[in-house]
């Protein structure tokens, strides 16, 4: 195995903006351990950028178990001695206003969210900080910096990433990792269509109607979000750490 390849851990990478992350990832030569609980999913991506070489592992199972957390990270340092980059991805949207939203919607959400990031960072600092650092990438939310309505546990949740994206940054930079998090706006996946499919919308025509509330033009394509993660993670963004970055098309949160 090349020694020289760096080992990227992606988690819900089966998902709209997760694919489009490991595809930008493979494509500048990682090898990338890829996680999500969509088996299927995580199948077909293998089938698509190579399985063995470049999707190294593709590892169904539930980010709310800190086992299937850390190994994660753990596989990537056992099949190829390192882990260069970990971006947490995966989320769930929860709607509900605090009196919407039960108990079970509040855990799962920051269970998710939230913890499942604690587990896999604690990992990968440890590993990282003793072997010549690395970077961090945490897919938080614009909702979680101006939260939007309705959504209590969600924005609750995606403010906490931003926040504890912060606390990394700053406790581990001298360590050589690099921790952000990037907030997108509305972004073209399965999990905002889903939402409006589930509220008895065409999401075709919603999404060409959210359009029109972006000064860009446009709500975001993963492509968009997955460039600026894999900026964060290169060398070109050596000097961005402890930061938050917004990838909005210019559109505020209402
Ligand atoms: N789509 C948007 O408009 C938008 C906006 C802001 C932030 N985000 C954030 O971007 C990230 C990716 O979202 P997306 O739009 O690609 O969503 P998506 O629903 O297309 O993908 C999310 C992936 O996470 C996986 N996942 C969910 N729960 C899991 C669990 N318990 N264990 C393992 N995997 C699990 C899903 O199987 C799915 O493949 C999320 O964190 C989301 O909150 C999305």
């Known amino acids: 195995m090349a020694p020289d390849k760096k080992t990227a851990v992606i988690t819900g990478a089966a998902g709209g903006i997760g694919k489009a992350i490991v ?3 493979t494509e500048n030569g990682y090898r990338v351990v890829a996680g999500d609980a969509d088996a299927a999913g995580l199948t077909g991506l293998s089938d698509t950028f190579n399985r063995g070489t470049q999707v190294l592992w593709e590892k169904p199972g539930d980010l709310r178990s800190k086992e299937y957390c850390e190994a994660l990270v753990d596989h990537a340092v056992e099949a190829t001695g ?7 991805n995966a989320g769930i949207i929860t709607r509900g ?5 039960s108990d079970d919607d509040w855990f799962r959400t920051l269970d998710i969210n939230l913890t499942a990031i ?8 440890t590993h990282m ?3 010549g650092g690395g970077a961090i990438v945490n897919i938080s939310s614009c909702w979680g910096l101006y939260p939007g309505p309705g959504h209590a546990a969600y924005c609750t949740s995606k403010a906490a990433v931003a926040t504890f994206s912060k606390c990394l940054g700053r406790d581990h930079a001298a360590d050589g990792i690099r921790v952000n998090a990037v907030c997108p706006n509305e972004v073209n996946t399965p999990m905002i269509r889903t939402g409006f499919i589930r509220r008895g919308f065409n999401p ?6 959210l359009n029109k509330s972006v000064p860009i033009g446009r709500i975001a394509e993963p492509e968009d979000i997955a460039d600026v993660v ?7 963004a050596r ?10 098309g210019a559109k505020p949160v209402y």
């Open 129 to 131: 900080k003793d072997h």
């Open 204 to 209: 075709d025509t919603a999404i060409a109607e």
């Open 118 to 125: 604690f587990y896999t960072c604690r990992r990968a600092v």
């Open 239 to 248: 000097y961005v750490a402890g930061t938050a970055i917004e990838v909005n």
């Open 23 to 25: 595809k930008r990832f």
């Open 230 to 236: 894999r900026f964060l993670a290169s060398d070109a």
């Open 82 to 88: 390192r882990i260069d980059v970990l971006v947490n």
């Open 97 to 101: 206003n605090v009196v919407e939203t």
